[in-house]
C-alpha cells in the first residue's frame, strides 16, 4: 500500500448514515480541472475531523460543498442526513461557520454582525459574542474592515460559536495569523469543545496546532482522499525507522529488508537508511532488527505534521492562501 | 420572512447614506424659486418643477447604483459567503436585497418630493408636468425598477469576468431581431384592433416593459439561487434564464402567430363583406382568435386566399372579375412605424400582389410593382396585366409582370382624382372632383390613352346645390346624379358629362340603378309608403310600383331577368321583407321573409357597376327569420329560379 491509495479503511456506511457532516462520492470539477474526485467519508458526531490538504487539493471546494454554497459535479454533500445543497438554510442553523476569508461586510461593526445574525439563528447568544470579543480585546463598534486580520478572525469564532451550533466548519481560520492570535483562537476553541463537545470539521495547515484536538484525519491528495482514518490508529501505525545496512556494498544503499513494511517514504541519508512506514507493529520491528545487516535501528513516533508530509508528498506550503 | 426582513433591514442600513443625501436634496425645490428671486403662481411651479426633476433624477440614478452593486459588489469581493453559510434561505436573501433597494429607490423619489408635497398641500401642478396623474409617477417608478434589474443583469455579466458575456450581445441581437420579426408578423394583424385602445404605444411599452421585468425578476432569483457564491455560476445561470426566457417567450409569440394567422375561415367571426367583382368572389373581414382578419373568398367553390391582415391598404378587382390586386405594406418598416401604425394605419412603400380568380387553387404573386406611400386608391386593368396608381393628383400605371412604370399623369388644379378604371387594357377612364364640398360643384371626365401616352378631358360638368349621390351604369356609360337637396336626378353621359335628361323626384330619394335595357329605376319614399318610379333612358315616366306601407332600405343588383331585389322594413317594427321588382312587366312579387341584398357601402365595386345577371347579383345576407335583425349567414339566392344556399353559416 503506498500513499496514492487510501490507507485506512473507509467508514461504514452504517455508522456515518447520521453523521453531522459527510460526503460521497463527491466530484467539483472547474472547466477542465478537476478540484476534487470521487470523494467520500463522514465526520462522527462529537469528534473533531482534520482535513489536510496542499494549496489547490480541493479543500475550500470541499468545504463549500458541505456548507451548501456549491453544487457539485457529482456526489453529494450531506449535514445531518440531508443533502446540504436542497436544505442548506434549514441546515446551517446548526451550523457555526469560519470562513477561509473573513466576508463579514466591512461596513458592520462586530455588534451589528451579531444583531443581524440574531434574527436567523433560534438559539443566538448574544452574550457569548461580547464576552469572547472583551476576552479577545477586539473592539466590538469598529467597523469589520477595519480590524486586523487576527481580530476578525476571532470575531468569526465568536459568531460562529453564539449559536451554540452541533457542527462547526472552520475553513483554514488560521490563515495569515501571527502565532498569539493563531494559539488564541485554538485555545478559544479547545475551551469550548471541552464545554459543550461540539463536533468540529476543520481544515488548516495549522497542524501542531490541531495534533492535540483531532480525533480523525483525511488527507486531500491531487483531489482525491489518500487517507482517512482516525487519529490514534494512525499515529500508532505510522513510525520513522532508522537504521544503517551492513549488507549492501556501499552501506549507504538498501536491500530488501523493508519489504515487510508498507514504506510510504525512503530516504538515504549519510548516516544510513531513513523510511517512514504506514503498518508499523512491534513484532514486525522485532523481526526487522533480526535482518542481517540491519544495524541500530530505532523506531519513533510521527506527528500528524510529519504523517502529512510522508502522504502528502511534500513539505506542506504553510500560511499560504489556498486558490479557490 | 425573519430572514427576508433581516436581510432588507442590512440592506437599507449599509446604504442609509442615501436617505440623507435625499434629505437634504428635497431642501433644493425650496431654495430655487428664492435664489431666482421668483413670485407669485410662479413658486409653486418651479418648487414643484424642480421636486419632481430632482426625485425622477435620484430615483434613475439610485436604481442603477443599486442595481450594479445588489449582489455583484459581494460576488466579486467573495463575501457571498457571509450570508450562504447562515440560515438564509436563497429566496429570503434574493426578495431582502431587492426590497430593500426598491425600498430605498422609494425614498430616493418621495423624499426630496416631501418638504414641496408639505408646502403646496399636495403637487396641484403633477398633470401639467407628467400630462397624466399620478399613474404617470407610479408608471416611472416601475420603469425605474426595471431600470434596477437591467443595470443588475449587465453588472453580472460584466463583472463575473465570465466568457459567456461575449454571447451577451450576441444573444441580445438574436433576441431583438426576433423580437422585431414577431412585431412585424403580429401587430399588423392587431393593428385594427388596437385602434380601438387608448394609447397602444404606450400600452405596447407597458407590456414590454413588464414582461422584460417578469423575466429579469426570474433571471435574477435562479442566478442567486442556483449560482450562490460563485459569480460565473452566477452568471451562467443568469445568462441561461434570460436568454432562454425571452427567446422562448418569442418562440411561444411565433407559434402564437401562426395559430393567429392560420385560423379556418370557421373560426372567424364575420363583420364585414364586400363583392370582389362580378364572378363571386368577396373580401370577408373577421375576428378570428383575437385578430384582424382578412380573407378573398370564392362563393363557388369555397377556396380562400388570407391577406396579411392590417398590412393591406387597399384592393381592386379588374372590371371583367378575372384578377384581383392588392397593394400590401413591405416588411421592411422603420421602427418609428410602430407608433405611427397603431395611430395613422400603416404608412411606406407597398408591395403589389397579384391573384387570379379565374383559377381556384392559385396562389397570388408578389409583383414587382412598388408603390409610395402616397397612393391612395388602385384600379386593375382586365386580365390583371396592369395596374393603375391613384395619387391625389396622379395617375400611375405599372407593368406588372416587369414591375415597369410605363406611365405617369398629372392633373392639376384643386381637384382630385375620384375614381379611375381601365375601360381597356390600353385605356383609362378618370373622374376629377372637388377636394371639398361647396356651394357649387365640379366633375371632370379625362381620359388616358396608353399607347399614345396621352391624357385628354373629355367633358366637364358644373352644378350647384348641395348633397349629392352619384350612381354610375354597369357599362360606365352613364351616371345617375342624384340631387337630395333640389330633388332631382340627372341622367348624364358619363364621357362627355353632358345632361341627358333631368327628372323630379317623386318623394325622399332611397336608392336608384340604370338598368340593363338603359331605363332607370328609382326606389323613394315617404312617411306612409315606399315605391319604385320607373323612367325610360330619356327621363320619360314609364309607371310606378308600389311597394306598400314599408321602408325601402335597400337595393340589390339587377338580374339576368330584369329583376331587382329590394329589402323592405316595416313602418313600425323590424320585420324584413325581400321583394322582386319587376322592369319588365312592372310588377311586384315577394321573394323571401329573411334575405336582404349586401349593402352597398361594403362592396368594393358598387352595386351599379356589377352586370345584370352576374354571380355577385346572387349574393344576400341571410337573417333568422324572426330573430336578430342582424345578417346570420351568407347566402347564394337566384331571383330567377329561387334557388336558395347557404355559403357561409356563422356570420
Given at each position: 500500500?503506498?500513499?496514492?491509495?487510501?490507507?485506512?479503511?473507509?467508514?461504514?456506511?452504517?455508522?456515518?448514515?447520521?453523521?453531522?457532516?459527510?460526503?460521497?462520492?463527491?466530484?467539483?470539477?472547474?472547466?477542465?480541472?478537476?478540484?476534487?474526485?470521487?470523494?467520500?467519508?463522514?465526520?462522527?458526531?462529537?469528534?473533531?475531523?482534520?482535513?489536510?490538504?496542499?494549496?489547490?487539493?480541493?479543500?475550500?471546494?470541499?468545504?463549500?460543498?458541505?456548507?451548501?454554497?456549491?453544487?457539485?459535479?457529482?456526489?453529494?454533500?450531506?449535514?445531518?442526513?440531508?443533502?446540504?445543497?436542497?436544505?442548506?438554510?434549514?441546515?446551517?442553523?446548526?451550523?457555526?461557520?469560519?470562513?477561509?476569508?473573513?466576508?463579514?461586510?466591512?461596513?458592520?461593526?462586530?455588534?451589528?454582525?451579531?444583531?443581524?445574525?440574531?434574527?436567523?439563528?433560534?438559539?443566538?447568544?448574544?452574550?457569548?459574542?461580547?464576552?469572547?470579543?472583551?476576552?479577545?480585546?477586539?473592539?466590538?463598534?469598529?467597523?469589520?474592515?477595519?480590524?486586523?486580520?487576527?481580530?476578525?478572525?476571532?470575531?468569526?469564532?465568536?459568531?460562529?460559536?453564539?449559536?451554540?451550533?452541533?457542527?462547526?466548519?472552520?475553513?483554514?481560520?488560521?490563515?495569515?495569523?501571527?502565532?498569539?492570535?493563531?494559539?488564541?483562537?485554538?485555545?478559544?476553541?479547545?475551551?469550548?469543545?471541552?464545554?459543550?463537545?461540539?463536533?468540529?470539521?476543520?481544515?488548516?495547515?495549522?497542524?501542531?496546532?490541531?495534533?492535540?484536538?483531532?480525533?480523525?484525519?483525511?488527507?486531500?491528495?491531487?483531489?482525491?482522499?489518500?487517507?482517512?482514518?482516525?487519529?490514534?490508529?494512525?499515529?500508532?501505525?505510522?513510525?520513522?525507522?532508522?537504521?544503517?545496512?551492513?549488507?549492501?556494498?556501499?552501506?549507504?544503499?538498501?536491500?530488501?529488508?523493508?519489504?515487510?513494511?508498507?514504506?510510504?517514504?525512503?530516504?538515504?541519508?549519510?548516516?544510513?537508511?531513513?523510511?517512514?512506514?504506514?503498518?508499523?507493529?512491534?513484532?514486525?520491528?522485532?523481526?526487522?532488527?533480526?535482518?542481517?545487516?540491519?544495524?541500530?535501528?530505532?523506531?519513533?513516533?510521527?506527528?500528524?505534521?510529519?504523517?502529512?508530509?510522508?502522504?502528502?508528498?511534500?513539505?506542506?506550503?504553510?500560511?499560504?492562501?489556498?486558490?479557490? | 420572512?425573519?430572514?427576508?426582513?433581516?436581510?432588507?433591514?442590512?440592506?437599507?442600513?449599509?446604504?442609509?447614506?442615501?436617505?440623507?443625501?435625499?434629505?437634504?436634496?428635497?431642501?433644493?425645490?425650496?431654495?430655487?424659486?428664492?435664489?431666482?428671486?421668483?413670485?407669485?403662481?410662479?413658486?409653486?411651479?418651479?418648487?414643484?418643477?424642480?421636486?419632481?426633476?430632482?426625485?425622477?433624477?435620484?430615483?434613475?440614478?439610485?436604481?442603477?447604483?443599486?442595481?450594479?452593486?445588489?449582489?455583484?459588489?459581494?460576488?466579486?469581493?467573495?463575501?457571498?459567503?457571509?450570508?450562504?453559510?447562515?440560515?438564509?434561505?436563497?429566496?429570503?436573501?434574493?426578495?431582502?436585497?431587492?426590497?430593500?433597494?426598491?425600498?430605498?429607490?422609494?425614498?430616493?423619489?418621495?423624499?426630496?418630493?416631501?418638504?414641496?408635497?408639505?408646502?403646496?398641500?399636495?403637487?396641484?401642478?403633477?398633470?401639467?408636468?407628467?400630462?397624466?396623474?399620478?399613474?404617470?409617477?407610479?408608471?416611472?417608478?416601475?420603469?425605474?425598477?426595471?431600470?434596477?434589474?437591467?443595470?443588475?443583469?449587465?453588472?453580472?455579466?460584466?463583472?463575473?469576468?465570465?466568457?459567456?458575456?461575449?454571447?451577451?450581445?450576441?444573444?441580445?441581437?438574436?433576441?431583438?431581431?426576433?423580437?422585431?420579426?414577431?412585431?412585424?408578423?403580429?401587430?399588423?394583424?392587431?393593428?385594427?384592433?388596437?385602434?380601438?385602445?387608448?394609447?397602444?404605444?404606450?400600452?405596447?411599452?407597458?407590456?414590454?416593459?413588464?414582461?422584460?421585468?417578469?423575466?429579469?425578476?426570474?433571471?435574477?432569483?435562479?442566478?442567486?439561487?442556483?449560482?450562490?457564491?460563485?459569480?460565473?455560476?452566477?452568471?451562467?445561470?443568469?445568462?441561461?434564464?434570460?436568454?432562454?426566457?425571452?427567446?422562448?417567450?418569442?418562440?411561444?409569440?411565433?407559434?402564437?402567430?401562426?395559430?393567429?394567422?392560420?385560423?379556418?375561415?370557421?373560426?372567424?367571426?364575420?363583420?364585414?363583406?364586400?363583392?370582389?367583382?362580378?364572378?363571386?368572389?368577396?373580401?370577408?373581414?373577421?375576428?378570428?382568435?383575437?385578430?384582424?382578419?382578412?380573407?378573398?373568398?370564392?362563393?363557388?367553390?369555397?377556396?380562400?386566399?388570407?391577406?396579411?391582415?392590417?398590412?393591406?391598404?387597399?384592393?381592386?378587382?379588374?372590371?371583367?372579375?378575372?384578377?384581383?390586386?392588392?397593394?400590401?405594406?413591405?416588411?421592411?418598416?422603420?421602427?418609428?412605424?410602430?407608433?405611427?401604425?397603431?395611430?395613422?394605419?400603416?404608412?411606406?412603400?407597398?408591395?403589389?400582389?397579384?391573384?387570379?380568380?379565374?383559377?381556384?387553387?392559385?396562389?397570388?404573386?408578389?409583383?414587382?410593382?412598388?408603390?409610395?406611400?402616397?397612393?391612395?386608391?388602385?384600379?386593375?386593368?382586365?386580365?390583371?396585366?396592369?395596374?393603375?396608381?391613384?395619387?391625389?393628383?396622379?395617375?400611375?400605371?405599372?407593368?406588372?409582370?416587369?414591375?415597369?412604370?410605363?406611365?405617369?399623369?398629372?392633373?392639376?388644379?384643386?381637384?382630385?382624382?375620384?375614381?379611375?378604371?381601365?375601360?381597356?387594357?390600353?385605356?383609362?377612364?378618370?373622374?376629377?372632383?372637388?377636394?371639398?364640398?361647396?356651394?357649387?360643384?365640379?366633375?371632370?371626365?379625362?381620359?388616358?390613352?396608353?399607347?399614345?401616352?396621352?391624357?385628354?378631358?373629355?367633358?366637364?360638368?358644373?352644378?350647384?346645390?348641395?348633397?349629392?349621390?352619384?350612381?354610375?351604369s354597369?357599362?360606365?356609360d352613364h351616371l345617375l346624379i342624384a340631387?337630395?337637396?333640389?330633388g332631382v336626378v340627372r341622367v348624364v353621359d358619363?364621357?362627355?358629362?353632358a345632361v341627358r335628361s333631368t327628372i323630379s323626384l317623386s318623394g325622399?330619394f332611397?336608392?336608384g340603378a340604370i338598368r340593363s335595357d338603359g331605363g332607370i329605376l328609382l326606389l323613394c319614399?315617404?312617411?306612409?309608403?315606399?315605391w319604385a318610379d320607373l323612367y325610360s333612358s330619356a327621363g320619360a315616366t314609364e309607371g310606378r310600383i308600389?311597394?306598400?306601407?314599408?321602408?325601402?332600405?335597400?337595393?340589390?343588383?339587377?338580374?339576368?331577368?330584369g329583376?331587382?331585389?329590394?329589402?323592405?322594413?316595416?313602418?313600425?317594427?323590424?320585420?324584413?321583407?325581400?321583394?322582386?321588382i319587376?322592369s319588365h312587366s312592372r310588377?311586384?312579387?315577394?321573394?323571401?321573409?329573411?334575405?336582404?341584398?349586401?349593402?352597398?357601402?361594403?362592396?368594393?365595386?358598387?352595386?351599379?357597376?356589377?352586370?345584370?345577371?352576374?354571380?355577385?347579383?346572387?349574393?344576400?345576407?341571410?337573417?333568422?327569420?324572426?330573430?336578430?335583425?342582424?345578417?346570420?349567414?351568407?347566402?347564394?339566392?337566384?331571383?330567377?329560379?329561387?334557388?336558395?344556399?347557404?355559403?357561409?353559416?356563422?356570420?
Open positions: 500500500m503506498t500513499g496514492e491509495t487510501a490507507v485506512s479503511q473507509a467508514t461504514g456506511r452504517s455508522a456515518s448514515d447520521a453523521a453531522p457532516a459527510e460526503v460521497r462520492g463527491l466530484t467539483v470539477r472547474y472547466g477542465r480541472a478537476v478540484a476534487c474526485e470521487s470523494v467520500s467519508f463522514a465526520v462522527p458526531a462529537g469528534g473533531v475531523y482534520v482535513l489536510l490538504g496542499r494549496n489547490g487539493a480541493g479543500k475550500s471546494s470541499l468545504v463549500r460543498c458541505l456548507l451548501g454554497e456549491q453544487k457539485p459535479q457529482d456526489g453529494e454533500a450531506r449535514l445531518f442526513g440531508e443533502s446540504s445543497w436542497k436544505h442548506r438554510a434549514r441546515l446551517l442553523a446548526r451550523v457555526g461557520v469560519v470562513p477561509e476569508e473573513p466576508d463579514a461586510p466591512p461596513a458592520m461593526t462586530a455588534l451589528q454582525i451579531s444583531n443581524f445574525c440574531r434574527r436567523l439563528y433560534p438559539a443566538w447568544d448574544a452574550e457569548s459574542v461580547t464576552r469572547r470579543l472583551a476576552r479577545f480585546g477586539v473592539p466590538v463598534k469598529t467597523p469589520f474592515g477595519r480590524l486586523s486580520k487576527g481580530q476578525k478572525g476571532q470575531v468569526l469564532l465568536a459568531m460562529a460559536l453564539a449559536p451554540s451550533p452541533d457542527l462547526l466548519v472552520l475553513d483554514d481560520p488560521t490563515l495569515g495569523l501571527d502565532v498569539v492570535a493563531r494559539r488564541a483562537f485554538w485555545e478559544e476553541l479547545v475551551e469550548d469543545l471541552a464545554d459543550r463537545g461540539t463536533t468540529i470539521f476543520v481544515t488548516t495547515h495549522d497542524l501542531a496546532a490541531v495534533e492535540g484536538i483531532a480525533t480523525r484525519v483525511g488527507i486531500l491528495k491531487g483531489g482525491r482522499l489518500a487517507l482517512d482514518e482516525d487519529v490514534e490508529p494512525l499515529k500508532s501505525r505510522f513510525r520513522r525507522i532508522r537504521y544503517a545496512n551492513r549488507m549492501t556494498e556501499t552501506r549507504t544503499e538498501y536491500g530488501n529488508e523493508l519489504d515487510a513494511f508498507d514504506a510510504v517514504k525512503v530516504q538515504v541519508r549519510g548516516w544510513g537508511i531513513d523510511a517512514v512506514v504506514s503498518d508499523w507493529t512491534d513484532e514486525k520491528f522485532a523481526r526487522f532488527r533480526q535482518i542481517d545487516g540491519v544495524e541500530g535501528a530505532e523506531a519513533d513516533a510521527l506527528t500528524l505534521e510529519e504523517i502529512f508530509v510522508a502522504v502528502a508528498g511534500e513539505e506542506p506550503a504553510k500560511a499560504e492562501g489556498e486558490k479557490r | 420572512m425573519k430572514a427576508l426582513l433581516a436581510v432588507a433591514r442590512r440592506e437599507i442600513g449599509e446604504r442609509r447614506f442615501v436617505l440623507v443625501a435625499a434629505a437634504v436634496a428635497s431642501v433644493i425645490p425650496i431654495l430655487v424659486p428664492i435664489v431666482r428671486q421668483l413670485s407669485g403662481d410662479a413658486v409653486p411651479i418651479a418648487r414643484e418643477m424642480t421636486a419632481l426633476i430632482l426625485a425622477g433624477t435620484f430615483g434613475a440614478g439610485l436604481a442603477v447604483a443599486l442595481g450594479v452593486s445588489l449582489f455583484t459588489a459581494e460576488l466579486v469581493s467573495r463575501r457571498m459567503g457571509f450570508y450562504f453559510s447562515k440560515p438564509i434561505s436563497a429566496g429570503a436573501l434574493w426578495a431582502g436585497k431587492f426590497l430593500g433597494a426598491g425600498f430605498l429607490v422609494v425614498a430616493g423619489i418621495v423624499i426630496p418630493l416631501l418638504p414641496t408635497l408639505a408646502l403646496g398641500r399636495g403637487l396641484p401642478h403633477l398633470r401639467d408636468f407628467s400630462g397624466g396623474s399620478w399613474s404617470a409617477i407610479v408608471t416611472a417608478g416601475a420603469e425605474l425598477l426595471v431600470l434596477m434589474l437591467v443595470s443588475h443583469a449587465c453588472a453580472i455579466a460584466i463583472r463575473s469576468q465570465s466568457r459567456l458575456a461575449l454571447f451577451e450581445l450576441l444573444a441580445g441581437a438574436a433576441v431583438v431581431l426576433g423580437a422585431w420579426a414577431l412585431f412585424l408578423r403580429l401587430i399588423p394583424v392587431w393593428m385594427i384592433l388596437l385602434r380601438g385602445v387608448a394609447d397602444p404605444a404606450g400600452r405596447l411599452v407597458v407590456y414590454t416593459t413588464g414582461v422584460l421585468a417578469v423575466v429579469l425578476l426570474l433571471a435574477s432569483y435562479r442566478a442567486i439561487a442556483g449560482g450562490r457564491t460563485a459569480p460565473r455560476i452566477v452568471h451562467r445561470r443568469q445568462f441561461q434564464t434570460i436568454w432562454s426566457a425571452l427567446g422562448g417567450t418569442i418562440a411561444l409569440g411565433f407559434l402564437y402567430s401562426t395559430w393567429v394567422l392560420s385560423t379556418p375561415l370557421a373560426a372567424v367571426n364575420i363583420l364585414s363583406i364586400r363583392a370582389a367583382g362580378p364572378s363571386g368572389w368577396v373580401w370577408l373581414e373577421g375576428i378570428g382568435r383575437g385578430a384582424w382578419d382578412s380573407i378573398l373568398f370564392d362563393t363557388r367553390s369555397g377556396a380562400f386566399e388570407r391577406l396579411p391582415a392590417g398590412r393591406v391598404k387597399m384592393t381592386a378587382v379588374s372590371q371583367d372579375g378575372s384578377s384581383a390586386a392588392w397593394a400590401e405594406l413591405s416588411r421592411a418598416v422603420n421602427p418609428s412605424w410602430i407608433f405611427r401604425m397603431v395611430s395613422n394605419g400603416p404608412t411606406g412603400a407597398m408591395l403589389v400582389k397579384l391573384r387570379s380568380l379565374d383559377r381556384r387553387s392559385a396562389p397570388a404573386v408578389e409583383t414587382k410593382a412598388v408603390l409610395p406611400a402616397s397612393v391612395y386608391s388602385i384600379a386593375l386593368s382586365p386580365g390583371g396585366t396592369k395596374l393603375a396608381a391613384i395619387e391625389q393628383q396622379r395617375l400611375s400605371v405599372f407593368d406588372l409582370k416587369s414591375g415597369r412604370l410605363t406611365g405617369a399623369f398629372h392633373f392639376s388644379g384643386d381637384q382630385s382624382i375620384s375614381d379611375a378604371w381601365f375601360e381597356t387594357a390600353d385605356r383609362i377612364r378618370v373622374f376629377e372632383r372637388d377636394t371639398v364640398e361647396g356651394p357649387s360643384w365640379s366633375l371632370g371626365s379625362f381620359e388616358i390613352d396608353l399607347a399614345a401616352r396621352s391624357l385628354a378631358g373629355t367633358g366637364r360638368l358644373t352644378l350647384r346645390g348641395g348633397s349629392r349621390r352619384m350612381i354610375r354597369a357599362s360606365k340631387d337630395l337637396v333640389l358619363s364621357r362627355t358629362l325622399q332611397i336608392d319614399e315617404n312617411d306612409a309608403q315606399s308600389l311597394l306598400g306601407q314599408r321602408h325601402a332600405t335597400r337595393l340589390g343588383v339587377e338580374s339576368s331577368t329583376l331587382f331585389p329590394v329589402s323592405l322594413r316595416g313602418l313600425a317594427q323590424e320585420e324584413r321583407t325581400l321583394v322582386l319587376d310588377s311586384l312579387r315577394l321573394a323571401s321573409q329573411d334575405l336582404i341584398p349586401l349593402p352597398a357601402s361594403w362592396l368594393e365595386i358598387d352595386p351599379d357597376d356589377l352586370p345584370a345577371g352576374c354571380e355577385a347579383s346572387k349574393l344576400f345576407f341571410g337573417l333568422v327569420p324572426g330573430g336578430s335583425p342582424l345578417p346570420a349567414s351568407l347566402v347564394r339566392f337566384d331571383p330567377d329560379t329561387g334557388e336558395k344556399r347557404v355559403v357561409l353559416g356563422h356570420l
